[in-house]
């Protein structure tokens, strides 16, 4: 296991609502991503955070935001949920003590918009 | 723009025969970490390695082996002697190397390769 949990693991939710995915980092990790898998498909980056501010992003709209906690966890959460948006959400936890930094994933939230 | 490919989409074998998953990747950095994660149905993504550009040496470890080649740019991974508990989907990423606050800028995945090992 890599300590990095999330939850809920499966969720279901109707089209226009919105969603709060939570992920609690690996201890001593001080950075979190989020990444969007839908089915078939590799990951996607959504967002990062560092030190609790967003510090990358991939091509994802607003309605995609985070947050991260003094304690490193985080949350991502989605407004006006599309059916597009049903997909596998995996959080990713890292440390940065230089130019590179390992990510170690949780086990993911499957999302289901209907 | 950077891109992951992985043509094989699916591959299936019998059990103790070797394997090849390939990687082709595109960049436009000087620098960058290439990497394998395998992801099995419980879905959490496992690390298997990390290739930092600058190093073009092979790596081996155990039945897992890697064969980088930047003039061809390609990353693949071999199983040899499979077993069932390799049946999974595995991912070829890219990163690029930043020295900004929080380190990589995000992994940028190929479509993966469901990979199944038959009895």
């Known amino acids: 296991e890599t300590g990095v949990t999330q939850s809920p693991t499966h969720l279901i939710k109707t089209r226009g609502q919105q969603v709060t995915l939570r992920c609690s980092s690996q201890s001593g990790h001080n950075t979190v991503s989020w990444y969007q898998q839908a089915l078939g498909q590799g990951p996607q980056f959504i967002f990062q955070y560092y030190r609790e501010e967003e510090n990358g992003r991939g091509n994802f709209p607003p309605r995609f935001s985070g947050l991260q906690f003094p304690n490193y966890s985080s949350e991502l959460n989605v407004n006006a949920l599309e059916l597009d948006d049903s997909a596998l959400y995996l959080c990713?936890?890292?440390?940065?003590?230089?130019?590179?930094?390992?990510?170690?994933f949780g086990q993911g939230t499957r999302l289901t918009v209907v | 723009a950077q891109k992951v490919t992985q043509a094989q989409t699916e591959i299936s074998v019998v059990e103790k025969e070797d394997v090849t998953l390939d990687c082709v990747y595109e960049?436009?950095?000087?620098?960058?970490?290439l990497f394998w994660y395998k992801q099995p149905p419980s879905g959490e993504l496992v690390f298997l390695i990390r290739?930092?550009?600058?190093?073009?040496q092979n790596e081996i470890s155990g039945r897992y082996s890697w064969n980088f080649q930047k003039s061809t740019s390609s990353f693949n991974f071999t199983i040899t002697a499979s077993q069932v508990v390799d049946s999974a989907v595995y991912f070829c990423a890219l990163s690029p190397v930043s020295n900004s606050g929080g380190g990589a800028d995000g992994l940028t995945f190929g479509k993966g390769t469901h990979l199944i090992i038959q009895p």
């Open positions: 290739r930092n550009s600058f190093d073009e």
């Open positions: 960049t436009r950095d000087t620098t960058y970490y």
């Open positions: 990713a936890s890292s440390s940065w003590t230089g130019p590179y930094t390992e990510a170690f």
